[in-house]
């Protein structure tokens, strides 16, 4: 079916800077939005970016100013600019599609499987 492939974690310093992609692949008629979260260890999965096929954006505040969600529609792909990076922001980033797979279909959540972010020096 529909498939997300994350790619772009890795081990960055404080105030280093990441860019994470999720390319999405399958039965696709259309993704309607496509975001971002993220979760660190022994806490709950939260919100980190989201944007939608008319291009709109939406933040965490914890992100906010650093962090920029950016869509290749062409490509079915998301990506997350982050900059100015803290050790909190440490955690597995999950990407999400919104797909829909046919025509006047019903709207589906994919989740990729995460790639681990890292912040420390």
């Known amino acids: 079916q529909v498939q997300l492939a994350e790619s772009g974690g890795g081990l960055v310093q404080p105030g280093g800077s990441l860019r994470l992609s999720c390319a999405a692949s399958g039965s696709i008629f259309s993704i309607v939005t496509m975001g971002w979260y993220r979760q660190a260890p022994g806490k709950q999965r939260e919100f980190v970016a989201v944007?939608?096929?008319?291009?709109?954006?939406n933040y965490a505040d914890s992100v906010k100013g650093r962090f920029t969600v950016s869509r290749d529609n062409a490509k079915n792909t998301v990506y997350l600019q982050m900059s100015s990076l803290k050790p909190e922001d440490t955690a597995v980033y999950y990407c999400?599609?919104?797909?829909?797979?046919?025509?006047?279909?019903?709207?589906?959540?994919?989740w990729g499987q995460g790639t681990q972010v890292t912040v420390s020096s």
């Open positions: 944007i939608t096929s008319g291009a709109s954006t």
């Open positions: 999400n599609a919104d797909v829909q797979r046919q025509e006047s279909g019903p709207v589906f959540r994919f």
